[in-house]
Nanobody
């Protein structure tokens, strides 16, 4: 059974940090890229970062570049999103998804999400 399970979401004050985890199982981890996206109520899905598991190439959107860091622990089939200098506008449900390449937003699998709330 394919699973992506996010964890690490919490309520944090502006300027604080969180580390999200995405634990993958049921598929060949090295064959995929793992994408983090977020969605706030009433807003469109916002894809924010991606890592190619095979070569560790990473991508970030401008709004998180320099504040967020994506990484993977291939031995644990887990991808992390370290989020620093959090802002209220970062509040959203955060999801991880799997795709063959980072530029393909037609995700094959995705998780149930973890909530991040940043208070001002």
């Amino acid at each position: 059974e394919v699973q992506l399970v996010e964890s690490g979401g919490d309520l944090v004050q502006a300027g604080g940090s969180l580390r999200l985890s995405c634990a993958a199982s049921g598929f060949i981890f090295n064959d995929y890229s793992i994408i983090w996206f977020r969605q706030a109520p009433g807003k469109d899905r916002d894809t924010i970062s991606c890592i190619s598991i095979s070569d560790n190439t990473t991508f970030y959107v401008d709004s998180v570049r320099g504040r967020f860091t994506i990484s993977s622990d291939n031995a644990k089939n887990t991808v992390y999103l370290q989020m620093n200098s959090l802002k209220p506008e970062d509040s959203a449900a955060y999801y991880c998804a799997a795709s063959k390449i980072c530029t393909n937003y037609d995700f094959e699998f995705w998780g149930q999400g973890t909530q991040v709330t940043v208070s001002s």
